[in-house]
């Protein structure tokens, strides 16, 4: 069981259903706190530079006075913060959970100090629309009520290769089909009727 809900996390993990973040996330927490052994605990960090004044604090333009940046109050940062992400082991796989993001760095030492990760997780997304495939899968046997929502709400163009993927873009197809697509088309008739002396030719 654990190997198999780790294979359905670690495939639906690296192309998240969209329409589905928050539910997702909250079952993916959900999840690992169940079937998972925690083992750790990662420090992640991520900073973004200012693009007003290219991280340098000062905001120059050509018909003013270089001045302190607004968008970053001369810091040349615009955003940093830290996440502490609990880090769980289910089946072969290993998952991150954010449990809380700081905006100031607080060394959390536990016996240790945390290794750090700098900037996002960056998941490649695995073959045919295999996460998505997962993603259902997940909510059919763990939240049947994001399942009922999430089922046949997007259309999968490509790759459909893989049993609910299937399904779900078949109820897609059917729900946003149009029988009058199908009818004979009446071509529009153009009738004028002219007062000849109101022709301007
Ligand atoms: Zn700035």
């Known amino acids: 069981m654990q190997y198999f809900v780790g294979w359905l996390l670690y495939n639906a993990n690296r192309d998240i259903p969209f329409l589905a973040k ?57 955003k940093e913060f830290w996440t502490r992400l609990d880090k769980y082991k289910l089946g072969k796989w290993y998952f991150h959970n954010p449990v809380e993001r700081m905006y100031k760095y607080e060394p959390l030492f536990e016996g240790e100090a945390l290794p750090i990760i700098e900037g996002y997780i960056h998941h490649k997304a695995p073959k045919y ?3 998505k495939e997962c993603a259902l899968w997940l909510f059919l046997l763990f939240d049947r009520k994001s399942f009922w929502k999430v089922l046949g709400r997007t259309g999968s163009p490509t790759h459909k ?41």
Not at 43 to 50: A, E, G, L, P
Not at 173 to 195: A, C, G, N, S
């Open 22 to 78: 928050s539910q997702f996330y909250e079952l993916k927490t959900r999840l690992l706190k169940k079937y998972a052994t925690k083992v750790g605990t990662d420090i992640q960090h991520v900073k973004k530079d200012c693009c007003s004044c290219d991280n340098t604090g000062v905001f120059k333009c050509y018909w003013k006075m270089p001045e302190t940046c607004w968008s970053c109050f001369g810091t040349g940062v615009y």
């Open 129 to 131: 629309r295999l996460g």
């Open 161 to 201: 290769r893989t049993p609910l993927v299937i399904i779900d873009n078949a109820i897609f197809v059917f729900r946003h089909f149009d029988w009058r697509d199908y009818l004979p088309k009446k071509k529009p008739k153009y009738d004028f009727e002219y007062d000849s002396d109101e022709l301007p030719f």
